[in-house]
């Protein structure tokens, strides 16, 4: 389920604030390789310079999607969205993250995150997409009735049942944490605490001010692509020449250098051309910039595993990705721009086309790996970050989990060693 969720929820200090992340009790902690060849992925993990890319069967496999939900996507801090829209005035809201059901709850400000499932046989308490007002989670199978906090209240016919405790049947907590007004869950509960999964990203963005930020435009997309392929596009601007002219005329695409940080995310900064002041056509916004953001560079920026920002001297945007199948992800893309902003299109108008420029060279890159002859490639010196994501994403293969203690390569955009 895609959720559109990006308003801004408070004001407060940029630090990420831990909304609710419980010592679960059972959490799940298998952790099975991903069923991908491992002569590819040693293939993959050789030093930037010899290395090669992914191969076909992550892209296009069934049985690789599939465990990427799981492991990937469940498994780590998945980006649900801007908290006050995701709540949107309700007390309870149910979505999938990843493969997993995850109920979400609303009271006094704070939001928690449990697992769909009715302690006593299973039923799901609120169907996928369902949202409700009630000041209680009630399962419509049996009539056990939770507290918005997962504490059981109700059990009917389990009075006389000798030993039943209703403390020991609260629903299954799991991690949830706001940060920057997005709010972002472990529907497995396994992933690294969300301070060392963030690592140093924070410090990057924090002179943006994302919480004073207003969102004034908002665009949908459906990409006949692969969920990785978008995000590798995005790491790289070797393709900007021949795909985006329009951006090559405000900022140069050899340009910038890329990160090599703690945390679960992979990016660069890329600077402006001399006459522009933001990415727009002309090169010129509004004329009203963040106070304290960097004025001659754009930070692009990917948490993994589906957000993505791109902080601009006048505005933010994101990217929020939900893989829908192998060959399919709906994208959300949003505007973000200080208070006085009212017209937003010189920059939604300038990343429209830039967004679907990308769109149709990632779907014809997606209908490649579906040839029988493709065979991975290498990658070029200036293709550093698509090496950083992939090699990240093929340790996770390897390992059963992301991994955030892993160093990475220190590369600059064009492949220098830093």
Request: charged share 20%; aromatic share 10%.
């Amino acid at each position: 389920m895609t959720l559109k969720s990006f308003i801004p929820c408070h004001h407060g200090p940029p630090m990420p604030r831990r909304i609710s992340a419980p010592v679960m009790d059972n959490p799940v902690v298998d952790k099975p390789s991903a069923p991908v060849d491992p002569v590819a992925l040693e293939a993959a993990l050789r030093p930037f310079g010899v290395s090669q890319t992914l191969p076909a069967q992550v892209y296009t496999g069934r049985d690789v999607f599939d465990w990427e939900l799981r492991h990937l996507f469940a498994g780590a801090w998945a980006c649900l969205g801007r908290l006050d829209e995701v709540r949107a005035e309700h007390s309870q809201r149910a979505l999938t993250v990843g493969d997993v059901g995850v109920l979400l709850t609303f009271e006094d400000g704070a939001a928690r995150a449990f697992a769909n499932v009715c302690r006593h046989r299973g039923h799901e308490l609120l169907p996928e997409g369902g949202a409700a007002g009630r000041a209680a989670v009630v399962c419509p199978y049996h009539g056990w009735a939770y507290r918005l906090d997962g504490a059981l209240t109700t059990a009917t016919a389990m009075r006389g049942v000798a030993g039943f405790d209703p403390a020991g049947y609260g629903l299954v907590e799991l991690p949830a944490v706001v940060w920057e007004g997005w709010l972002f869950v472990n529907a497995t509960g396994t992933a690294p605490p969300f301070a060392d999964y963030l690592g140093d990203l924070d410090a990057l963005l924090r002179p943006y001010r994302l919480p004073s930020l207003r969102l004034r435009a908002r665009h949908d997309y459906r990409v006949a692509a692969n969920w990785k392929v978008i995000v590798e596009n995005y790491q790289e601007c070797y393709h900007c020449p021949l795909i985006h002219p329009e951006l090559c005329r405000v900022s140069p695409p050899t340009s910038g250098d890329n990160w090599d940080l703690p945390g679960a995310w992979v990016g660069g900064s890329m600077e402006l051309r001399e006459h522009a002041e933001t990415m727009s056509t002309d090169g010129r916004g509004a004329g009203v910039f963040i106070e304290g953001a960097p004025r001659r560079t754009v930070r692009y920026l990917a948490l993994f595993p589906n957000l993505l920002v791109s902080a601009h001297p006048d505005y933010v945007m994101t990217h929020r990705l939900w893989p829908v199948e192998p060959g399919l992800t709906e994208i959300e893309c949003a505007w973000y721009f200080p208070e006085g902003i009212t017209d937003p299109a010189y920059a939604v108008d300038f990343w429209d086309l830039t967004n679907r420029q990308d769109w149709a060279a990632c779907e014809s890159v997606q209908r490649g790996l579906t040839s029988p002859h493709f065979r991975p490639g290498p990658l070029a010196p200036n293709e550093s970050a698509v090496y950083q994501w992939t090699a990240l994403i093929a340790r996770a293969y390897a390992d059963g989990a992301l991994r955030t203690d892993l160093g990475r390569a220190d590369v600059g955009r064009d492949g220098a060693a830093r």
